[in-house]
C-alpha cells in the first residue's frame, strides 16, 4: 500500500446535520403569553370552566410538540443508521485485511525462531558430549525467550555453553559425594537438573540405609542372647495336670498323722475370716471325735449335730 488512504466526509450536510426548520417562534410567543398569564393565577369558581379549556389547548400543545420530535429523531436516524451499517462493514473488512497481514508476519517471525533454534541446537550438540547428550536432551536447556527477536543471540549462546559445563560439573560432584546411591540419584537430578533435590534423595538413601543397620544390629544381638540363654523345655498339658495333682495330694497328705489320722494342729487359717456354716460327713474313731473336739474347743468354734430333714 503506497498510498495513505485517509477516511473523509465529502459533503457537508453528512458532516453537520442541517438544523430543523418548525414554527418554533410561533409555539414559544405562545407558551410564554400561556405562562404569564396562568402561572400564580387564583382562579375563582366562575374561571374554573374557561381553566378547563385553556389545560385542555396546553395538554394538545405538549402532544404536538413530543409527535414532531419522535418524526424529527426517526428522520435523521436512517442516515446516521445507514451510515453507521456501512462502517460495520468496511471495519470487518480491515479487520480481515489486519488479521491476513499478522498471519505473514508471524510466519516470517516463526521461520526467524526456527532458525535461531537451530543455531542453538548445532551449539549443543558441538558442546555437549555423547555421554551428556543421553542424559540430558536439548529442549531441557533450552529458554524459549532466547528465541524472541528481542533477545541477543551472543549472551544466549554464553547461558547455554555455561549451562552444559554447569551439568557436567554438577554429575561429576554427584557420582564423588553418592557413591552407591548415584544412579538412583542421577534420576532425581535428570528431572529438574536440581542438586538440591539430588542431595536430598542422597541424605534419605542413607538414613534409610543407617535404620535398616540399625534394625539388623538389634536383631542380630536378640538372636545372640537367644542362643545364649538355656533351654528349658516347657512341660506339656499333661504333665502341668499331674503337677497340679500331686501338689494338692502333697498338701492334703502334710495334715495326716503316721498313724493314718487328720492333724488338726498343722491347719492354718486366716484370723481376720468370719465363721460360716459348714454341713459335712465323716468317718472317725472315737478317739478323732474326741481330738477334734478338743480341736474345735481350742479354736473356739461351735458345733452341733446337722437337724434331719
Known sequence: MNE?????????AAA??????????????????????????????DDIKNAKVDR?????????????????????????????????????????VSAAIDEQVKAVEQAAREDKRRLFCQIYAE??????????????????????????FGPARQELLTRIETCRAELDSLRIACGEDFDTVQRVYLKDLSVRDALAE????????????????ARRQAAAAMAAAPILPQPTEEERQIQLQAARRAEANRHITPDGRLDFSLQTFAAAESPKPY????????????????????????????PKQ
Do not use: C
Open 4 to 12: 495513505e488512504l485517509t477516511v473523509r466526509l465529502l459533503d457537508s
Open 16 to 45: 453537520k446535520l442541517p438544523p430543523v426548520i418548525w414554527n418554533e417562534e410561533e409555539v414559544s410567543a405562545a407558551l410564554t403569553e400561556m405562562l404569564s398569564a396562568y402561572e400564580g393565577r387564583q382562579y375563582t369558581a
Open 56 to 96: 385542555a389547548a396546553v395538554n394538545k400543545i405538549e402532544k404536538q410538540l413530543a409527535e414532531a420530535q419522535k418524526q424529527v429523531t426517526a428522520l435523521y436516524q436512517q442516515p446516521v443508521a445507514a451510515f453507521a451499517e456501512k462502517m460495520k462493514h468496511y471495519r470487518a473488512m480491515t479487520k480481515q
Open 127 to 152: 558442546n555437549i558430549g555423547d555421554e551428556l547428550a543421553v542424559l540430558i536432551p536439548f529442549e531441557k536447556l533450552l529458554d524459549e525467550r532466547w528465541l524472541n527477536a528481542s533477545a541477543s
Open 202 to 217: 542422597h541424605k534419605r538413601l542413607a538414613d534409610l540405609r543407617l535404620a535398616q543397620q540399625k534394625a539388623e544390629q
Open 279 to 306: 454341713d459335712f460327713r465323716a468317718w472317725l474313731t472315737s478317739q478323732d471325735i474326741e481330738a477334734l473336739k478338743a480341736f474345735f474347743a481350742d479354736r473356739g468354734i461351735r458345733y452341733g449335730a446337722v
